[in-house]
Every structure is written in structure tokens, then in C-alpha cells.
């Protein structure tokens, strides 16, 4: 099997490198508005909004920041397929303001936007992303009222392009393939997942101070569950701000196309530099994958709980009939081609 990954170096509020309803499924995390690190690059989109900044007007920057987000949800509803997916990684932002400390809710203004578009909402996703700082509690200190709660968490946003799911042919293998275990549908899908920390992206040290400052990023873990809880193999997955390309990597490991849109092409070249990690990687991720499954078998066991089911591809057994058919792939070989790379997939090695 064979996937491609194609990155474009461009502003993603013009994604006309990609096909009209070429896309199963979107995984991003957008610059999040109101966040300090991210008021030059909005400025450079829109002047208006280092004005409102400078004027001490938090809510118009607020809202001129998020319009250009919206050019870019507008090429989302283009691309993505009717009843494709599109996940989206934010934070809420907090800050002063020409003296006036307030949150700025940007999960709730990207909600109502995707809505604007006729994506259908569906149940979201909080993660908690702890703070860098050590003095991360704001306000007072001991005294009340004056305090204000820590803001550590992150939504992801899951919409629906239209109202109906996408339909397949009667057991389709590169459905049934892609099947995850029972006990991982158990973790995967509740709305709170404490069981993922957040963390900087590595950068090579070559990396200029700018560079290295805008890679803070979701870990692959989350790309990597979202893909596999929201695509099959063979569907094509979009991040339109690509940055250190970690849904890239995460849609290798997962067997599934991607394509990329990035601003700043110095980050493609970084990711560059780790390609020929990919395929140790991708054999972890699998492997880690099957080892927690049989620790599962085993405490049900221990537990006096039997099994049913037993899985095709591997000696284990399974929940679920619909498990049975999973097959887990890992990378080969990754090739450089004109505009990303060419990766060869095979079944997961267990050697």
C-alpha cells in the first residue's frame, strides 16, 4: 500500500492546491486569536487589528482575527466531502486589555462560524494542556475575590460537513481494517481524555528563535487517535496550518493520505531532516497499539471475563466481531517526490 503527503508552501485561506470534495478529513490547530505570540502574524493578514490592539480595543481584534480564520473555514467546506470531518484543536485565550483582564472564547467563536457553513456540531473533546509557567495562577493569590481559575484545557471541535454520515460498500476492507479496539473505542471516544499531556514540538537547534518560538503544537498522539477514530485507509486527511507537520507524521503512521498548508517554509524543511525516523516510528506506534491490547486481554482475563471473538491478523483475541478484521500498517520507505513525499506501507511487523 501506498500513501502520498503533499505540503504547499502558501497562505491557507487559498487552498486552491486542493481538489473540491478531495478531503475525508481535517486535523488542525489553527493560531489561536488573542494569543500574544500570534498578534504580529494576524496584523500582517489585516493592519486593522495591530490598530484595535494598539487602541486598547481587545473585541474588535478579537473578531477581525477570527475573520481571517473564517477564509480559511471557508475553503474547508469546499474541500471536505459531504459527511467528511473536520476536527479543530483550540484554546480559549486569556488577557489584559487596555487594563481589563477577560477570556476571549475562541472555541465558541469557531463553533458558531463552522455553523454559519452548515457543518453540523458534534460531541467535542476537552485535553488538558498544562501551563509552562510555574507561576501560572493569576490573580491575588490567597485573598479572595480576585483570583481567577487556570485556564489548562483545549477543545477539539469535531463538525460534520452536511447532515449525513459518509456511506460505504458492504464490508469494505480498508474500513474494517482500520477497526480499532473495543477498549480503545472506550478511551478514545469520551469527551474528556486525561491521558494526553501537552508538549513543545522538537525543532532541529539550527532552527532560527522565531521558529523554535512558533513550534508549540498538540503531541502526535492527538492527530494520530483523531485520524484513526475519523478516517479509513485510502481517505485523505487536510492540516491547512501545517506547521511542524505533526498530522503529516501522525497520517504516516496511520496509513492515510494527508496534504499540508504551511506559511512558513522553513518548517518543511525541518521536517525534512526526520524523515528517515518514520518508519521506527510508525512500527512503535503499532506495536505500542497491539502491546496495550493484550494487556487489556490479559486483566479481563485475570478478571474472569472470556472472549468471543479472535482477531485475524493477530494471535489475540477480541472483543467485538467487528475487530477481528483489524490490521495495523507500519512505513517502509519514505520517498521525497515534487511536492511531499511517497510512503510505502506494509503490515505491522511484529519482529
Not at 463553533?111 to 490573580?139: C, I, Q
Not at 524543511?269 to 526526520?274: H, K, W
Amino acid at each position: 500500500m501506498e500513501t502520498t503527503h503533499r505540503v504547499f508552501v502558501g497562505d491557507s485561506r487559498d487552498l486552491s492546491a486542493v481538489d473540491d470534495e478531495s478531503v475525508e478529513l481535517v486535523v488542525t490547530s489553527p493560531p489561536y486569536p488573542m494569543i500574544e505570540m500570534w498578534d504580529d502574524l494576524f496584523t500582517e493578514l489585516d493592519p486593522a487589528i495591530g490598530d484595535a490592539l494598539a487602541a486598547g480595543d481587545g473585541y474588535d481584534a478579537f473578531e477581525a482575527m477570527h475573520a481571517q480564520l473564517e477564509c480559511v473555514w471557508d475553503e474547508l467546506e469546499r474541500v471536505l466531502v459531504d459527511g467528511g470531518i473536520a476536527c479543530i484543536n483550540v484554546g480559549d485565550a486569556t488577557r489584559s486589555v487596555d487594563g481589563s483582564f477577560r477570556v476571549y472564547p475562541n472555541h465558541a467563536r469557531v463553533l458558531e462560524a463552522f455553523e454559519e457553513r452548515g457543518f453540523e456540531p458534534l460531541p467535542d473533546v476537552l485535553w488538558r494542556k498544562p501551563a509552562n509557567s510555574a507561576a501560572k495562577f493569576m490573580g491575588s493569590g490567597m485573598i479572595p475575590p480576585n483570583a481567577y481559575v487556570t485556564l489548562e484545557h483545549e477543545y477539539i471541535l469535531v463538525f460534520r460537513k452536511g447532515a449525513r454520515s459518509r456511506e460505504f460498500e458492504p464490508r469494505a476492507d480498508r474500513r474494517y481494517e482500520a477497526a480499532y479496539f473495543w477498549e480503545e473505542r472506550n478511551r478514545w471516544f469520551t469527551d474528556v481524555w486525561t491521558d494526553v499531556t501537552g508538549e513543545l514540538q522538537s525543532i532541529d537547534g539550527s532552527a532560527d528563535d522565531d521558529l523554535r518560538e512558533r513550534s508549540a503544537a498538540y503531541p502526535l498522539e492527538i492527530p494520530y487517535r483523531l485520524i484513526c477514530m475519523y478516517s479509513a485507509y485510502g481517505d485523505t486527511v487536510l492540516d491547512p496550518f501545517w506547521g511542524t507537520g505533526t498530522t503529516t507524521l501522525a497520517a504516516m503512521c496511520a496509513g492515510r493520505h494527508s496534504v499540508g498548508s504551511e506559511l512558513e517554509g522553513a518548517f518543511l524543511a525541518v521536517f525534512d531532516d526526520g524523515v528517515d525516523e518514520v518508519p521506527a516510528l510508525s512500527r512503535s506506534v503499532g506495536r505500542a497499539r497491539l502491546e496495550r491490547h493484550r494487556s487489556f486481554v490479559d486483566r479481563r482475563r485475570d478478571e474472569g471475563t472470556g472472549f468471543e471473538y479472535e482477531a485475524d491478523y493477530y494471535d489475540t483475541p477480541v472483543v467485538t466481531k467487528m475487530e477481528r478484521g483489524i490490521r495495523l500498517r507500519e512505513v517502509r520507505a519514505v520517498d521525497g517526490i515534487e511536492d511531499g513525499y511517497r510512503v510505502e506501507h506494509a503490515p505491522l511487523s511484529l519482529e
